[in-house]
């Protein structure tokens, strides 16, 4: 068996190796892996077990209304000026909460005051907390002031490269000038001349 052959062999041997020991731990970390939690059909995925806490208590019967618990809460909240469009519905004593604002805390006050509420089983807060839009235009004007700083501290350098380009400009013309009148007298030409002075 020649040197190649052996080599070849055993390059084969060390690569077949690899590959079987990267098929037998490949499936180790897939069985490592977690099992999905809950299934996966598309349905809507459970609230965090703190957030599905049972009432302390529950009423059998309810001595205010639907209707006058979801008006006492929309009252309260447009009373606020807080809320952007808000909205209170109430079913079998169940507050599901509506509308904008602009802070987590205010979202929190309208959750705790439907759960304080009288005959209130349970609040969905479905308040949306939006973010108020930021004016502030400092790190615009920063960036400016930097730009401008830029500018100034290059302004010598750019000044300096136009004097020495006008400079070059006169010089050329000069050139070209002393040649013309070098070859006005040896050659007869004028577009010859013109040609060889450029």
């Known amino acids: 068996m020649s040197r190649d052959q052996a080599l070849i062999r055993l390059l084969f041997g ?23 939690a809950g299934d996966t059909t598309g349905e809507e995925a459970p609230a965090p077990e703190d957030a599905l806490a049972a ?3 529950v009423q059998v019967e309810p001595l205010a209304k639907d209707e006058e618990i979801a008006g006492r809460l929309l009252t309260i909240l447009q009373a606020t000026e807080w809320f952007q469009e808000p909205a209170a519905s109430v079913r079998d004593g169940v507050v599901f909460l509506d509308g904008r604002t ?4 205010y979202k929190q006050w309208a959750g705790d005051l439907a759960r304080n ?6 609040v969905v807060n479905r308040i949306e907390v939006i973010e108020p839009i930021d004016w502030d235009v400092t790190p615009a004007v920063d960036e400016l002031r930097n730009l401008w700083r830029g500018f100034a501290a290059a302004l010598p350098n750019i000044l300096f490269g136009v004097i ?3 400079i070059a400009w006169y010089a050329a013309r000069l050139a070209g ?4 009148q070098a070859l006005h007298n040896r050659i007869a030409s004028p577009l010859l001349r013109n040609v060889l002075a450029t």
């Not at 000038?177 to 013309?180: C, K, V």
């Open 164 to 166: 020495i380009l006008i």
């Open 55 to 57: 009432p302390d208590r």
């Open 102 to 105: 602009t802070r987590d805390a």
């Open 14 to 36: 060390l690569l077949l190796a690899v590959l079987l020991g990267l098929n037998v731990a490949a499936p180790a970390h897939v069985m490592a892996q977690d099992e999905p």
């Open 117 to 122: 509420t009288q005959d209130v089983v349970a």
């Open 177 to 180: 000038s002393l040649a013309r």
